[in-house]
């Protein structure tokens, strides 16, 4: 049987490299988070959100926008989807001052934090904040977005992923 002696160099030696591996746990970990956050879809208008490239032939999953808790609102329905109901018709104009026939399919009320413009990117379709909502809020750190459509794509209330673009 051998026997190996511990000397002070070989300790020091074997610190070194333990701290070494650490330290490149460290920079791979911090790299990575880096490339989480340029891929995640929250861009500005002049910025263009491009993945990067995986350069080891890894399996990664790369989010491709942020959640949102997904709504919609059908003002031609009276009720809460309109405030302003005058026989059988809503009068009502968006929180932005546009008509809301005009913008069916294409229109969102977003919370206030997101200014008018903001354009919401969702399964390839391009929706605008133009309306506003009192229940149309972040919650738990997620914004609901109420989408202005008489084709609703997931039931109220999922949470699921889309790009934020602010103008």
Not at 52 to 69: E, F, H, K, N
Not at 118 to 143: A, H, M, N, S
Request: glycine share 6%; with cysteine; hydrophobic share 40%.
């Amino acid at each position: 049987m051998r026997h190996f002696r511990l000397t002070q160099s070989s300790i020091e030696r074997s610190l070194f490299v333990v701290v070494l591996l650490l330290l490149a746990c460290f920079i791979i970990a911090f790299t990575s988070h880096q490339q989480d956050q340029r891929t995640f879809s929250i861009v500005r208008i002049d910025q263009t959100a491009t993945p990067s490239p995986v350069s080891s032939p890894t399996i990664a999953v790369v989010p491709t926008g942020v959640p949102i808790r997904y709504s919609y609102y059908q003002p031609w329905r009276g009720g809460a989807n309109c405030a302003h109901f005058v026989s059988g018709q809503c009068v009502s104009k968006m929180a932005s001052g546009l008509a809301w026939q005009d913008y069916v399919e294409r229109a969102a009320a977003c919370p206030r934090e997101m200014p008018f413009g903001t354009r919401i990117i969702l399964d390839g379709q391009e929706w605008v904040c133009l309306d506003r909502g009192g229940k149309i809020v972040y919650k738990d750190g997620i914004p609901w977005i109420d989408f202005l459509t008489a084709n609703p794509q997931y039931p109220y209330g999922s949470i699921v992923l889309a790009q934020i673009i602010y103008p």
